[in-house]
C-alpha cells in the first residue's frame, strides 16, 4: 500500500488549509484511514481518523476544528482544517491500516505551518 499526502503550506492564524491522501495498492475493507501530526519537541498525536465504515475519531486538541472525510472509492482521506492556530504547526502524516491487522502504512508527510 502506498499513501500520496498533499496540501501542506503556510497559513496565517485563523485561516485554513485542506489536506489530502491518496491511497494505491490492496485497500482492504474493513479499514481505518486518517491523519497524526508530530510537532516540533513533542510525540505523534493522532489528528483524526475514519473508518470504511465511517466511524471518525478526533483528538481533543482539535476542538471541531477540523473535519475529516473520505471517499471510498478513490481510496482517499482529507483533512479539512480550520481556524488554525500557530499550535497545530506540525508534520501530517496520513495512514492506513486493516482494522484487525498490526500493518500500519503512512504517506510521506507534509509540512503545515501556522504563523502568528
Known amino acids: 500500500v502506498q499513501l500520496q499526502a498533499s496540501g501542506g503550506g503556510l497559513v496565517q492564524a485563523g485561516g485554513s488549509l485542506r489536506l489530502s491522501c491518496a491511497a494505491s495498492?490492496?485497500?482492504?475493507?474493513?479499514?481505518?484511514m486518517g491523519w497524526y501530526r508530530r510537532a516540533p519537541g513533542k510525540q505523534r498525536e493522532l489528528v483524526a481518523s475514519l473508518t470504511s465504515s465511517e466511524r471518525t475519531t478526533y483528538s481533543d486538541s482539535i476542538e471541531g476544528r477540523f473535519t475529516v472525510s473520505r471517499d471510498n472509492y478513490k481510496n482517499t482521506v482529507d483533512l479539512q482544517m480550520n481556524s488554525l492556530k500557530p499550535e497545530d504547526t506540525a508534520v501530517y502524516y496520513c495512514?492506513?491500516?486493516?482494522?484487525?491487522?498490526?500493518?500500519?502504512?503512512w504517506g510521506q508527510g507534509t509540512q503545515v505551518t501556522v504563523s502568528s
Open positions: 495498492g490492496s485497500i482492504v475493507s474493513p479499514n481505518v
Open positions: 495512514y492506513y491500516r486493516r482494522i484487525g491487522s498490526a500493518d500500519t502504512y
